[in-house]
């Protein structure tokens, strides 16, 4: 086939000459007089993509992000309530759009594969003509369209993406993410652990073998040896397993007396299921009673594991029943549009939503590179998790991280989580070069507005 | 030793699972010569059966108590199961603990009718197509079955607890003769195991014992034959679609305390039964038990982190290994016969 | 023209316009037009209907000719995207060395999995097929080499994408950060815009569709050749040729390798245009969308794959964008009460369904329409004739034209 290269240049050179002969009165999209992808010049509206999973797995979370995105529109445009408006720090969204310009917004099926969800965020960029895309409901999702964000010169707001990598070896200038990360889980759970459960454990983890489950275990494993806990095996389990019986029937004898479910989704609701049945939990081991940890929780999958999670800790971003101003605000919107509380997933991608229509505004323009600078370094108040810093380096949010545990009696359908507690940002900080956040070699590269 | 015996009951409730599935297949497979990818969803409609019976029993009428209040702060409305208010709260509760084994009164004939609809409605218009077109058809058809289901109960997977009776772990190593506490083993998969060895067992006995099983072994081997001798063949045949569906039915009602059912879980489980019936051998009962609980077992083994260490991954891909190893080796599967779905 | 027969010269014609043309064609509506939903005249998109063509067109070489069902194709697909983007990580973002040595590992996976799984035939060719593509799937989603190793090879889930610090040794200085053609960008663009139209000429498209046309053209001739007449022999009655002493083996096998190679190429070219890829275009839906494709074309037709791919892509791509909001700007114009009732009927089958309206269109085309979407055109042509004129024979219509 390679013997047709000169035909074939022969034929892209008079394609593209006759593409420009044709395109008389033309200009490039990309590098018009605005200087930027999708630049909404002087139409009156402007249009942001909710890119989330709604086939697949993760579809109820992704509909739920969808929701708050979609109540975020309406707050920003003037209707509603306001919601987190009223009690955000800032105050320079005012119910008018952004920059004056009435917010519209296109939904694309991301299926939580990251062709799927590039293919979707392409054509958000190419055919609607969006200038931000946000959601999500996995981090190697995330990582695509975090890259694929960075190469249009759009700005990506992350949803619910936990794996250390989307700030660490794989950020990107033009990408920010308000969610936590294993890291943080790992450093928030670390005090609780030590108080409810002592210095001296062995744990067992099962890891679900992709690229989340493998930072989630380092960072988790470094904090339990950190507290002086042994690493008694870690194993690999399929993602999609199913039955997880094989890899939890040699935890019974192994010796230890923790064991770690490094897995999210179906996974965790199968795996910790199952560890129940095979009654772990009534166990005693080394005189210690047998304690199961799940470091990522969201209230999904709390409501499908049933009444398995009940006492077994685990790691938030966000949950509903946090007192503060903003989340009161928030729940109250959000339950009285839906019905129902917000989950974790719908928070974020809330908030990512507001923070990045007041960085439009407080930089003057939609240009990314205005945003980035905008967003970096930002520190903000009133958004349900304190006070709250995009760092510049990483542009990761740094913030208080909650502890909370499967609760043990149950008041009505929505209460399956309560807070033990919450760790402050101080002790779940690292340095921007920390080497599970790919060292020195990660870079956010320069701020791309596609020109 | 205690890790193997651990392992070798893993790998027979694993197989418990993929020989209820594959011998519903294979019983289609069998006696219409359909290739039935929606297999998969027939379990997965069966699953759903614990899930609904799971919900009507737990139907509730609403009161409003000024007492307490719910997330946003207005009176809590509390809810009472209409069962525990007819029979009291505690006989009420235990009928509602109860619902995955009730279910299995629901499923019987829920999947009956869906298989006689099935083989009615869409399957015998494909008896003359190829296999190819079969495949595909029932592939479609679990699609859109697959979309209903989630339709209807969203994509999350839906707790479906064991009654409380069930729920812990017994101490099996005792009775072997191991310390206490060392081989201890869920009720509930152990309830699996047994209830699938009662089914199939069963339907060998049917199909071997009955005059309708000798006539459906009859048309399994000879259809033609067994049509010109005068005897209705075709109603024989739909019945065991029916009696098919119930076997994946049921397979996936008793499934569903250990695998909380989502949509999707038929197709998760397709792609293994499919490779389970192949290797078994195409159109053999037997051969699907036998592939199906020695598929279960090789995978468990695979997962231990002995043989893990030795090969990294063995766990993920042992199953297809395993097919193509058997495959080359013996070209019909197992117990495969010869010209069928060679063409 | 080109050695070909009329009837082939003309349908490669028609092929040619409407692969160059596309970016016209798919845009049918003005942009800020209601209706602009439906319009596909996207570069992303575009490039995808030609990659998945290829693909589909290589696997109607296969399955279409010879019957044999290979249920894990996409497994060629994802090692000539790995391939693809470890040549921009290694040697530069060129996409010619990216291209050919995608289609290079195809073909070598193609005759190590082909040599094995065409020992057998049926159903146990296809779960052969199914079972090494599974396989391949695991290792790469899971990175289990790159784990034995020590090192990264697919970097699992997240995907393998080109670093910053990557060698990229034959990168000159002023190279562009993105694939190109010896400097030529593949994302850089003209739009053309005429009234409320606007027309996108992508780089990226035009070499798509180069190589579309270059492969659309090889599988004329090869349904026209006669390695292709033994190839449908094997399908008719490969029994019948074994016994007169043909060995079909190889001419399978050629086959096999061949349809890798095309997979291999549309793997390359996915890479050029989107330079980061995962293993999930491994899995075995994937490989099953490539069947769905190929039915719902046309099997055993050479336009088919095409007409297929584009179909299945479109409604993944533009259905699934549909939601509830579009729906009431689109029925606005009625009264309210029949506005709901329009957007709940439809509301099912949009967004979120989009999977609903893949299935049910599935099953009516196998069900009604075995030759896909070749013979709803040929029905529909046989309709019009038959008007004109009464004689024309009935029932002629089912053999699809090729």
Redesign the interface.
Known sequence: ??K??IS??G??KT??IA??G??L??????DGHTGYTNAPGDSPTVTIGFNVP???????EG?DELRAQELAVEHLNGEGDGGMLNTFSEKNLDGTGILGKKVEF????TQT????A???A??MI??DGCIMITGGSS??VA??VQ??CQ?SGVIFMAGLTH?N?TTGK?RKANGFRHFFNGFMSGAALGPVLEAEYGNERSAYHLTA????G?TTQESIQATTEGLGWQTQ?A??????A??F???I??V??SGADTLILNHYG?DM??SL??AV???LK??QVNGNDFKIIVPLYSE??A??????IQGVIGSMNWN??LEDEGTKAF??SF??KYGF?PSGAAHTCYVQTLLYADAVTRAGTFNPCGVVEALEDFEFDGMGNGPTTYRGADHQCFKDVLVVKGTENP??Q?DTLEIVDQTPRSQVEYAPDHPMFGGA?A?L?TCNPGA | MDAIILQILNGLDKGSAYALIALGLTLIFGTLGVVNFAHGALFMIGAFCSVTLQRMLSTSFEMVDETQTDFLGNPLKVETPYVEAWFGPEVGAAIIDWSVPLAIFLAIPVMIAVGFAMERGLIKHFYKRPHADQILVTFGLAIVIGEIIKANFGANPISTPAPEAFRGAMDFGVLLGFEPNTIIYPYWRLVYFLFAIVIIASVFAFLQFTTFGMVVRAGMADRETVGLLGIDIDKRFTFMFGLAAAVAGLAGVMYTPILSPHYNIGMDFLVLSFVVVVVGGMGSLPGAVLAGFVLGILQSFASMNEVKAILPGIDQIIIYLVAIIILLTRPRGLMGRKGVMEE | MLGLNAKDTSLFIVVIIMVLAAPILLNPFPADSALAQFNAGYPALMQRFLIFGILVVGFNILFGLTGYLSFGHAAFLGVGSFAAVWMFKLLSFNVIPAIILSIVVAGLFSVVIGYVALRRSGIYFSILTLAFAQMMYAIAYSDLVGKFLGTIITNGETGLQVYLDDPQILAGAGDPRVPHLFGLEMNSQTVWSVGGWEFVFQNGYYLCAVFMIIAFYMSIRIFRSPFGLVLRSIKSNQQRLNYTGVSTRPYMLTAFVISGMYAGLAGGLWSAMDPLTGAERMFWTASGEIVIMAILGGVGTLIGPILGAGAIKYMENIVSKINDNILHQWFAFMPEGIENFMVAIIHPFIGKGWHLTLGVVFMAVVIYLPGGLVELGERFIGLFRRKKTDNAPTGASTKPAE
């Open positions: 086939m390679s047709s290269t074939r240049r034929v892209l394609g593209a593409g420009a044709l395109a009165p033309t200009y490039l999209r990309a709604q086939t697949g797995p993760y579809a109820e509909l296109v939904t694309g099926d594969k990251s062709d799927v590039r293919a979707s392409q054509s190419q055919k981090s190697g990582v695509a890259d694929l190469s794996s990598d794989d073998d992709y690229n989340w493998w095996e194993v690999l389990t399929p993602v999609g199913g039955d019986s094989s890899y029937a040699p019974l004898n179906g609701v199968n299921t199952q049945q095979f009654g009534d166990r999904l999958m409501a499908g594991a049933g009444a398995n509903w029943q729940v109250k339950g009285e509380p008041t009505n929505y070699e870079s590269g």
